[in-house]
């Protein structure tokens, strides 16, 4: 199958288990929760109002269609320093992820050496054979991916059971404060809840505080 790859790039995982790690990148372009079209972020169809990603057009020089799956690994590979001495890891992110990626691109990056990552909403269920998931979970859209490395939400969202969701199968549980106009406040009450239920960890986005992409 083809791929819609929005950016590839080389960078610093900002958020997580994992942050501070350098990975190599793949945005697919399209998401279930919203559009990606700014007109849309408020209306009555869009779940995830709050996201601050440019879903649509792909960047002029990295984004596009791939025909498959050793293509878009090999281009991805590529940006992976070769004195590095470690095996490349690659983190799959969107939109949602699990709209395209599948057992193929998968293979394709093991058969590479590369540690595969993914990061999605936990809407799509998967097999996928993926060394490290993250989940990030949306209020008003159903969890059906409910195991995995880490689960990671963003806070505060009206309608999301933090509770409910401290039971899952995951290994880490982080809460994320909303980059949004209140952000302050966000973190003050991640800060807050964390502090009280220590089965929670913060996740700050790492990436934007030291201003990388």
């Not at 020089?61 to 320093?81: C, T």
Request: proline content about 5%.
């Amino acid at each position: 199958m083809s791929y819609a790859v929005k950016e590839i790039f080389y960078s610093l995982q900002g958020e997580g288990r994992e942050a501070g790690r350098p990975a190599i990148f793949i945005r697919f372009m399209g998401c279930n929760l919203w559009s990606g079209r700014e007109e849309d972020r408020l209306t009555s169809g869009t779940i995830c109002h709050f996201c601050d990603t440019d879903l649509r057009a792909p960047a002029k020089e990295s984004g596009g269609i791939f025909a498959d799956a050793g293509e878009l690994a090999q281009k991805a590979l590529k940006l992976w320093p070769q004195s590095a001495g470690t095996k490349p890891y690659i983190i799959f992110t969107g939109g949602e992820p699990l709209l395209q990626l599948d057992e193929a691109l998968c293979q394709a990056c093991h058969a590479a050496g590369a540690t595969v990552a993914c990061e999605t909403n936990g809407t799509i269920a998967t097999t996928l054979p993926i060394d490290w998931l993250t989940v990030s979970p949306k209020a008003g859209a159903k969890l059906k991916q409910t195991s995995g490395s880490e689960l990671k939400a963003v806070y505060p969202q009206e309608g999301l059971d933090l509770e409910k969701l401290a039971t899952l199968s995951f290994k880490y549980f982080f809460l994320q404060p909303c980059d949004n106009i209140k952000y302050k406040s966000n973190l003050a009450s991640a800060v807050a809840y964390c502090e009280e239920h220590p089965e929670w960890r913060l996740s700050i986005q790492l990436h934007k505080v030291v201003g990388v992409e």
